[in-house]
Each structure stands twice: as structure tokens, then as C-alpha cells.
């Protein structure tokens, strides 16, 4: 049964749910601690500087009675009327986030950041998690846009070696054969460490009777899924959605997609990409489509507006989903000029896997094992045919619903040797980055610094509460994760000219920013994962600023390859007790920071409680710069998990540009 506005669940951070399902906006009540300077506020103490005494007089007006008693306490001060001061700070006009401004949703796709996910049906490891139709309602109800699906047989394959060696999942594809076959190597060679690693520590906790828990895998487990024959029809098997090479569990299709039908715009109605990757055969590739066109009849975009070389709007997409699949071979096209979206060519053998990961652009060699894309499937990429990237030079570069697919470190290899073109391709066309294969415990990558670069897609393991997901937050808090590029980051649009620069370092104005924050009180902090005893905790504040490195403008290596850290600038204040935690008004200060572009920079707030060992986090709040405000602010918190808690933070905030 699809979900529907009524029963949307509490409301969790990572893809920007929209600003009207959320309960954050408003304070209920105000502890002591954060009373004691909301009345030296009033008391003219801590006065309203010239900017926030406007806003507050806007806001006192539209009551008549706070507003006489507004002015006339200003009047006679700099004191303001207490009562009328509650009833504005715990107003949404004092969130420290600004609202989104009004989303233009004219532009072609590619002029937008999408709130993206990888590997969508996990719900943790990468290696032996399970796969759910959960993790997908998930995402779509916290405002994700484009998720992941990995498909496989429902049947046992037939033959062969190479069945067996296709290639790695969750990276892109191998250009040589020689480099394919050490990342099989390399592949098979983790995959029997842990084996082993896994049989070692089994083998320490046998239970009593000596028998293996519940969760041992056998050995073909770590080779090829078992044959799964679907509970939906006697007569044959259906694909199925899992993690290949691994020992994660699997979910069918039709059961996936039935989940992305019941939840797909319930939180937004802007379009939704469906990553497909493609290991089934012909035959499951007949089923996918029937499934598809089955359950998402109305929704799917089946064939193009018109013979176009600019691809439409998202509000000329409001409520359809965009499959996006292995493009057909552009070998045979013909001319220079960009080819329309009709010109695409018929089927040729192609991979239905783009993630696995290359270690230098190259010409691919044709590999005899890779799976081939039939027409009706490849035919549903309609604006979105993922092409296998051997360089920007191709001309499958200039097919308008082109999109590449490329991990982390190739993005920053890229970065190094093409880096203005690499900004350049991603201002008209649309890009796809992932996280490495590597990252077993489904940590993140930095999405900024990919956001940077103009990368639209940047997919994010949500399961993950870490610095990317906060990022992510960040980007797209309180939209409906389709957010407008920077103005010098935008190509093509209609009626509109296209930006004279090329590369990253002239695209947007680079600004000095100066930034201190005054963290006087907080109020309701929700406690640690795990923790019960208020009296234990011990809360202080760390800030972060996460800003663009020079490095980025200058084609030169990147400190970290692209994994997710902690700011390039950051502030810890002293430890109070307990969740109505006293800060004193403690200053922190980043004084003439440069080279910033407000729209692609953040501030974070972490709350961790001081203590033996790691620091656990208590509550965070990710804030994109150019929607910060200024003045006496309350910081809206979510909780170590990702969910709105009722925790607020009071700070002043000044902020001053060059």
C-alpha cells in the first residue's frame, strides 16, 4: 500500500526532506540556562544589532499587541519587551538556516545537485549486510533522488568461468583485460582473508554444543548467489537485488521496485533516477522491463519530448522516474556536432556493470564475458544511457543523456590531468560519482569536493551516519533534493546565456570570509547511542568549517583522495553537564578565510560528550554558508542517528564577507 503524507515516519537527515514535514522550526519551551540570556537579550545586555531589531519589528507586527510592546520598549532602549522576544526567538524566523530560496526548476537536469544514494538496498556492511525494501521507502521519504539497484538472475548461470568473473561490483568498468584480472585478484584475495578471518573468530564463539551461530556463510556464499526461484509465480524465477561477490542477503526486484512505486514522490514530486546495474541475462532483462513497465505504469519516461540537444527541466519531469541504464554503443555515429537524443544508435554488446573502478582513462578492450543491454531495456535510459568513460574526447561525450559513472579515486585522477575540462563536461552534462569499492563499512566520501567539481550525482551510503551524510544535509536541508547550481557552475539553459568561464577557479567569485560564533546555552541535547544517565554526560562544541581547498582550482593532488574528514578549519569549546548544558557564551572565531564560495561551503556543529576514549557524538547540525544567518540563532539538532530531536542550541553568529 503506498505511503502517504499522513503516515511518514519521524523525520530523519541525509537527502533534505522537505521543510514542511519537518518539526524543527519551532521551540516549545526554553530551559534556565538558555532563559537566562534570552532575558539579557532583552535587558539590552546583548543587544539586537540594526538588521535582527528590523527583522524583529517584522515579526511583532503581525501581532499588535507584541508590537506596541515591542516598540515601546525600544523606544526607551536598547531593552526589548521579554514576552514579545520569546514569542520571535522560538519562532522559525531564529532557525540558524535560512529557508531555501525559491528553487528555479527550469533549468535542463544538469544544472542541479541531486540528493543521491549508492547501493540503496543495504541497510550496513557492504560485505554481509542485508538487502531490504526498507533502506528504499528510507531514502525516498528523507528526499533522495537517485537511487541504486543491482540486479542478478534468478537462476543459477549456466556456465563458465567468465560468468563467474564478471566484473567487480561497485566499481568502474576495467579498461584492459590485464587490469581487470589483478582486480579479480585482488578481489579474490580479500574475500579469502576474510573467510578466514571470519572462520577464525566463529571458531572462538561456538555456542556450547559446539555449533556455528546463525550467521556462518557457507563457502559458495562468497562466489555466485544461490539459484532463487520467485515466490511470485510457479512457472519462473525473477531477478533479484543483492550485492554481488558478497555474502549480503538478497530482495527481489519486483518487490524493490514496488517499494520505489509506493514511495517515490511522497515526500517530493520531482523526478527520481534509477541507477540500474545490470547482471542478469537476456531473458531477466525481458522480466525487468515487464516489472518495470508494470509497476511504474504512468510514472516511467518511455520516450523523449522531441528531437532535442538540451535535456528538459525538472518541472517538465515533476512526478516520473528516469531509468538509468547502459547506453547502447555510439560506434558508427557520425558529425561533430552534438547528436539528439534520437540519434542514439541500436544495440551492441555492451556491460550492464559501470561501477567498477579503472586505474587510467584508456580504450576499452571488448570483453567476450560482459553482459549485453537489450534494446527494451536500454531503450528506458531515455535521458539517462550510462556510457562506459574512456575520456571527454569520445563522441558518446556529446550524446545529450550521457551520463558517466566514476568512483572516487578516478574522479581525483581525472581531477589532476583533465581538471578544467572535467568542470567544463559536468556544466552540460550529467556525471555520476560513487564510493570506492573499498569502503566495506559503508563509510562516505567528502561530496563537496565532488560538488565542486560539478558532479551532480554524488551517491552516498545513507546507511551511514557520518561527515558526508551531515554534508549532504547540508546541500539539500529542507528541499527536495534537486538544488540549483552556483550560477558560474550552470551551462545551457533556456533564454538564458551560458557562462563564459570554463574551470573552477573562475567560475564562481572567490570571497574572505571572517566567522564568530558566541555559543551561549543549549537546551533538551539528546544523549549518545547507548547512553541513559543525563548526569554523566558532559556535552562541549565542536565547530567545523568545510571550505574549498586551493589545491581543487589547481589541478594538483588532493590531501585524503576524496574520504569524507573533518573541516579544514575547526574550533572545540570547553565541556559543560548534562543536556541543559551552560556554555557561557564561548567564543569561536575563523578569522579571514579565503578562497570561499558561500553556495558549495559548510559549517558543522558537532555536540560530543567529553569523555575516556573516542568522544561519542551526542547532536549535529550541518549548515551550507550562504544560508547561514546572522545574529541571536537557535541551532536545530539531530541526534547521533540522523533524527530531528528537540534539542536546540543558542549562538550569535556574525559573519562578514570580502
Not at 78 to 103: F, Q, T, W
Request: hydrophobic letters at 35%; aromatic letters at 8%; charged letters at 25%.
Amino acid at each position: 500500500m503506498p505511503v502517504t503524507a499522513d503516515v511518514i515516519p519521524q523525520v530523519q537527515a541525509g537527502g533534505g526532506q522537505p521543510a514542511l514535514h519537518s518539526t524543527m522550526n519551532i521551540i516549545g519551551n526554553v530551559s534556565i540556562p538558555v532563559l537566562k540570556y534570552l532575558k539579557a537579550i532583552a535587558e539590552g545586555l546583548y543587544p539586537l544589532d540594526h538588521s535582527q531589531l528590523s527583522e524583529f519589528r517584522a515579526f511583532s507586527s503581525k501581532n499588535p499587541q507584541a508590537e506596541t510592546e515591542a516598540l515601546n520598549s525600544m523606544q526607551r532602549s536598547d531593552k526589548v519587551d521579554l514576552h514579545a522576544l520569546l514569542g520571535y526567538m522560538m519562532s522559525s524566523e531564529c532557525n540558524i538556516m535560512r529557508p531555501l530560496l525559491e528553487n528555479d526548476l527550469t533549468y535542463p537536469i544538469p544544472n542541479y545537485y541531486i540528493s543521491s544514494s549508492h547501493n540503496t538496498y543495504l541497510t550496513g556492511n557492504q560485505f554481509y549486510g542485508e538487502a531490504s525494501t526498507d533502506a528504499y521507502s528510507n531514502v525516498l521519504l528523507r528526499g533522495c533522488r537517485c537511487i541504486e539497484i543491482d540486479v542478478w538472475d534468478g537462476e543459477a548461470k549456466v556456465s563458465s568461468n567468465d560468468d563467474q568473473k564478471e566484473g567487480e561490483e561497485g566499481e568502474e568498468e576495467e579498461e584492459e583485460e590485464e587490469e581487470e584480472e589483478e582486480e579479480e585478484e585482488k578481489k579474490r584475495h580479500f574475500t579469502s582473508h576474510f573467510r578466514r578471518s571470519l572462520s577464525s573468530h566463529l571458531s572462538k564463539h561456538r555456542t556450547k554444543k559446539g555449533a556455528v551461530p546463525a550467521f556462518t556463510v557457507a563457502h559458495n556464499a562468497l562466489q555466485m548467489p544461490t539459484p532463487w526461484i520467485s515466490t511470485t509465480t510457479a512457472v519462473r524465477a525473477e531477478p533479484r537485488v543483492l550485492h554481488g561477490h558478497t555474502m549480503t542477503k538478497e530482495v527481489s526486484f519486483r518487490a524493490v521496485c514496488s517499494a520505489i512505486r509506493d514511495s517515490a514522490f511522497v515526500t517530493s514530486d520531482l523526478p527520481l533516477i534509477v541507477s540500474l546495474e545490470v547482471h542478469t541475462n537476456p531473458e531477466q532483462q525481458v522480466i525487468m522491463v515487464e516489472i518495470m513497465r508494470d509497476l511504474w505504469a504512468g510514472l516511467l519516461v518511455e520516450e523523449a519530448n522531441q528531437d532535442c540537444t538540451v535535456l528538459p527541466s525538472p518541472a517538465e519531469l515533476r512526478g516520473k522516474i528516469l531509468v538509468k541504464v547502459k547506453g547502447e554503443s555510439s560506434i558508427g555515429m557520425k558529425g561533430t556536432g552534438p547528436p539528439s537524443l534520437k540519434q542514439i544508435p541500436s544495440a551492441s554488446p555492451v556491460s550492464g556493470s559501470e561501477d567498477e573502478e579503472p586505474s587510467r582513462i584508456s580504450t576499452p578492450k571488448s570483453k567476450a564475458h560482459k553482459k549485453s543491454i537489450i534494446h527494451a531495456l536500454s531503450a528506458l535510459g531515455v535521458y539517462t544511457h550510462s556510457y562506459h568513460f574512456s575520456g571527454f574526447s569520445g563522441l558518446e561525450a556529446r550524446i545529450p543523456s550521457h551520463v558517466f559513472s566514476l568512483s572516487e579515486r578516478k574522479l581525483i585522477e581525472v581531477h589532476e590531468s583533465q581538471g578544467p575540462t572535467l568542470f567544463s563536461h559536468n556544466r552540460n552534462f550529467l556525471m555520476r560519482a560513487f564510493p570506492s569499492g573499498t569502503r566495506v563499512s559503508s563509510s562516505n566520501l567528502d561530496p563537496a569536493l565532488f560538488w565542486r567539481k560539478g558532479v551532480q550525482m554524488v551517491a552516498l551510503n545513507w546507511q551511514s551516519g557520518d561527515a558526508g551524510m551531515m554534508l549532504n544535509e547540508g546541500m539539500f536541508g529542507g528541499g527536495s533534493g534537486w538544488v540549483l547550481k552556483p550560477g558560474g557552475y550552470r551551462g545551457s539553459a533556456r533564454n538564458a546565456p551560458t557562462s563564459q568561464y570554463e574551470n573552477q577557479t573562475e567560475a564562481m567569485p572567490h570571497k574572505t570570509i571572517s566567522l564568530t560564533i558566541h555559543i551561549f546555552a543549549a537546551q533538551e541535547l539528546p544523549l549518545p547511542d547507548g547512553d541513559v544517565r543525563s548526569d554523566h554526560f558532559h556535552p562541549y562544541v565542536k565547530c567545523e568549517l568545510h571550505v574549498e581547498k586551493p589545491e581543487e582550482r589547481l589541478e594538483a593532488p588532493i590531501a585524503g583522495d576524496g574520504r569524507s574528514h573533518d573541516g579544514e578549519y575547526k574550533w572545540t569549546t570547553r565541556p559543560s553537564k548534562g543536556i541543559d548544558p551552560d556554555f557561557s557564551g564561548e567564543m569561536v572565531h575563523f578569522a579571514e578565510i579565503t578562497g570561499v564560495v558561500e553556495e558549495l561551503s559548510f559549517l558543522r556543529f558537532k555536540i560530543q560528550d567529553d569523555c575516556l576514549g573516542k568522544d561519542d557524538l551526542a547532536a549535529w547540525a550541518c549548515i551550507r554558508l550562504d544560508r547561514l544567518k546572522n545574529g541571536f540563532r537557535f541551532v536545530h539538532l539531530f541526534d547521533a542517528s540522523g533524527v530531528e530531536s528537540k534539542g536546540v542550541m543558542l549562538v550569535k553568529t556574525t559573519k562578514g564577507i570580502i
